[in-house]
């Protein structure tokens, strides 16, 4: 599969890491965003990050260096723009500089010059653009370069007594301990998320309800809709759970080390079975974790004990869970069959799913397993995760334009870029699942993951089937 | 600030890409590969554009599938290139490339990553255009560092002129051959309205395009550019205007074929100076060996004359409305002149013009003097922290405004062209005028 690293771009976009590290604080919302670099280049990552509703029409800025300042530097440009920043009436919470690849070559010092600004926010500069990698390495050195700033010294005080169940961090805006012991105990932190992701709001959404179903409440979405003095509350959660390892396995290792925060990467929860496996997998960690207190505390408590009453208590936990997966399944079964009795159930003779790698992960269990037959899937990453050695990767330079090579009578899950060499001559169902994302419109809250993401999927799959049944 | 605008664009000047540019000259020419010596994401900016433009013309339903795209590849200059030069990889990439995509010709433009380092590309280009035995056009642009986009677009069509053309001894003319005319520049392709408007104004004339210089012209084409008897500059704005001519020159240098120059044809007024001009230049064009006669009241009154017809669908809905045009910093090549003919043109009655709070005192003054040319009486105010507009009026604005429930026309950055250009922007005006309800609306006029 391997093959040469060049690639048409008609055929394939790449964003980089300017837009990567601008994804990452857009969600961010007291955080600005100051492109040291090309219009174009601005345009262009502002054009890939911009979401409704982030309003990264006032928060992403550019320097406008001319390009006489490749030679005589941005010093001018760049404290201008940041003295435009200290007349704003809320002053930011964060303020991320990054130069594009051209200006990260002729060695501006950028936090000596930062340094002489009038901000008094932290100011995040980092040397960014095509040079340094893609947009998930752009995402992936912004957030940790983040995180190293965050002064996690007092609130890792409160983290130790959290479990003596004493818990009180005003400043987080927690709830006491005893009340989170007997309301749901657990809370994790959700990280390795994107605003810009598609479907990303959406999706998160729906893992926070599973999760409130099973007693677990999220802490913090890393890098999602919140504000700087969040982060502190970071280290407040039991557990870190990754979503998107492409962007923040690295994250997760450090706040392992630095915070001593245990994390896991279980395969996004698309599907039902996908679903419960995904929160067996987070409620198994934390009592894993639990345990491993409690034996410190009591050391006379056998593994083999704690292991039954452990597994005992996440059925238990599950419960819940499980019952509404259960009626889940019955309910489709009764919408779903008399439409099978007229059309049979949904078929296609090939079927591509192109997304970034956990994407991708996630939906080949859930097509694998549950949602839908097909005589072949052939699985493209936007990414350069090396998660699966028979996925096709853009970055990696495989041969993947053969793999788009779909016949007819195929269904496509991937984004824009896909649609437009796949689609136009062929009979191709096609849905969205990943940027960039055709012109189209949605209105409604959508998830793809968990139950209600599951709904959508099979009510996507089995009305894509019976188009292509007419059309095809 | 009273009025939410989307996006403040600090914008003094524009500094934009030359690889797109390059792009833009070869990216339908028959054969050719487009090469960018940069990261992998610099053609990302290309798409992004090429999208942009897709869907703006699949929206006026003026897309057509072009006969060829050519393949853009980058080569990948990455960290450790910037430290080790880049050239080898240029190399190797040319060699994929051939062994790919057989192309009849690879065009190699730089980023300015490459600029930085400062690798020989065009040594690199050389070498492969001896080893391979097809043409390797090197264009000596480096992103934004020099030249921007139209600076990548005429060293393109530059280098296509030396490398594909050639200066045609042509037999005396007779008067029975149409003059053969050439289009230089591109706007939105060949099914683009601005294009056809173009082509209206010259049939109007009894003439027709012979080819359209670079974006769609295959080698065979450009081959035979050498015979057209003068070339006509597709224009946008001054700065585009003045970057084409400079290809019109070097055709004209190299060839020996003369240009009609005239400012774009935008508005009435434009519309009638570009005609007139273009009537001048075919009665004094190699003496009009062709004698044409030129009825030039009867091509005026026959534009006219459509523009009328065009406007009449809309014409009693939008003399009933209230417009406010609401003004705001614009890049200073831009003359925004045409809106005011525009709207008077159509006598449509301007209730209110607001100068936004971004517009530096320079601009309010040139603002001013152009809409009392038009609208004496029209009221115009700055705005302040009490400043709204008003849910009922049609908004015709120059950038963006954040309030949901506002029915707003943004400008377009490019003037549209000619008469026809006028009537699809009453179109536009007419579509909000048509929406019910408190429902906000942001149309773009392009």
Known sequence: ?472 | MAVNKRRFIKDKVSYSCSMPGVWKAVAHSEGCVVVYHAPKACAHITEEMERNQYFRMLARREYTNPPYTAPLITSNIAKKESIFGGSQLLKKCLDYVVATYKPRYIVVTDSCVAGVIGDDSAAVCQEAEQEYGIPVLHVDCHGFLDGEYYGGFISAAKLLIDRFMAKKELPNVTSDQPYKVTLIGEKDGPGSMAIQQFCALIEDFGLEIYKAFPGYCSIEDMQKIGESDFTVILGGTQKAYAYLREIADYMNEKLGISHFASDYPIGWEGTRRWLDDFSVFLQNFKSDAKNHKIEIEAIKANVWRRFEEGFEPFKKTLQEASIVLSLGYINPNYDLSWVLEWIHLGNLSLAKVVILDNVPETQQAMYRTMVQRFYPETTIVLETADTVLPKDALIITTQELAEPFLRQLILPCLPPIGMAGLVQMYRKLFMLARRRGERGIVLYGW
């Open chain 1, 1 to 472: 599969m391997a093959g040469n690293s060049w690639f048409n771009h008609n055929e394939c976009l790449q964003s980089c890491a300017l837009a990567g590290a601008a994804a990452m604080a857009a969600g961010i919302t007291d955080a600005y965003i100051v492109a040291n670099g090309p219009t174009w280049c601005y345009f262009y990552a502002m054009k890939v990050t911009d979401r409704p509703g982030l309003n990264l029409g006032q928060r992403f800025l550019c320097t406008y260096p001319s390009n006489g300042a490749i030679v005589f530097g941005t010093e001018k440009e760049l404290l201008q723009t940041l003295a435009d920043l200290t007349k704003l009436p809320k002053a930011p919470g964060l303020v991320l500089v990054e130069n594009s690849c051209a200006f990260s070559l002729i060695g501006d010092d950028l936090s000596s010059i930062v340094s002489e600004s009038d901000l008094t926010c932290p100011i995040l500069t980092m040397d960014s653009g095509g040079t340094l990698g893609d947009f998930w390495a752009g995402y992936r050195k912004a957030l940790l370069d983040l995180l190293k700033l965050v002064d996690f010294q007092n609130v890792e005080k409160s983290a130790d007594t959290k479990k003596n169940g004493k818990v009180h961090n005003e400043e987080c805006g927690q709830e006491n301990g005893n009340d989170r012991m007997t309301k749901s105990q657990y809370t994790v932190n959700l990280i390795g998320c994107s605003v810009t992701y598609y479907n990303e709001i959406d999706d998160l959404a729906e893992l926070e309800r599973l999760l409130k179903i099973v007693g677990i409440d999220v802490n913090l979405i890393l890098a999602v809709n919140h504000n700087m003095a969040d982060l502190k509350c970071l280290s407040q959660a039991d557990l870190n759970v990754v979503i998107h390892p492409e962007l923040s396995h690295e994250v997760a290792e450090w706040l392992l080390k630095k915070l001593a925060m245990p994390y896991i990467e279980p395969v996004l929860p698309y599907g039902l079975e996908g679903t419960l496996t995904w929160a067996h997998e987070i409620v198994t960690a934390l009592m894993k974790q639990a345990h491993a207190a409690g034996s410190q505390a009591d050391e006379s408590d056998t593994l083999t004990k704690s292991d039954d009453r452990d597994e005992a208590q996440i059925e238990i936990r599950l419960k819940p869970l499980t019952d509404l997966i259960q009626s889940e399944k019955a309910r489709q079964f009764e919408r779903t069959k008399e439409i099978q009795r007229l059309c049979g159930e949904p078929w296609f003779d090939s079927v591509l799913v192109s997304a970034p790698s956990s994407v991708v992960r996630g939906m080949e269990r859930a097509l694998n397993d549950e949602w839908l037959d097909a005589g072949q899937f052939t699985y493209v990453v936007h990414d350069d995760s090396k998660s699966n050695p028979d996925y096709y990767s853009y970055v990696q330079g495989h041969d993947w334009q053969a793999a788009l090579q779909t016949g007819e009578n195929g269904l496509l899950l991937g984004s824009d870029q896909e649609r437009r060499l796949c689609v136009p001559d062929k009979h191709i169902a096609y849905q969205t699942i990943s940027n960039p994302e055709p012109a189209e419109i949605v209105l409604a809250e959508r998830p793809f993951m968990g139950i209600r993401g599951h709904r959508h999927m099979q009510e996507i799959i089995w009305n894509l089937y019976i188009h292509s049944l007419e059309n095809g």
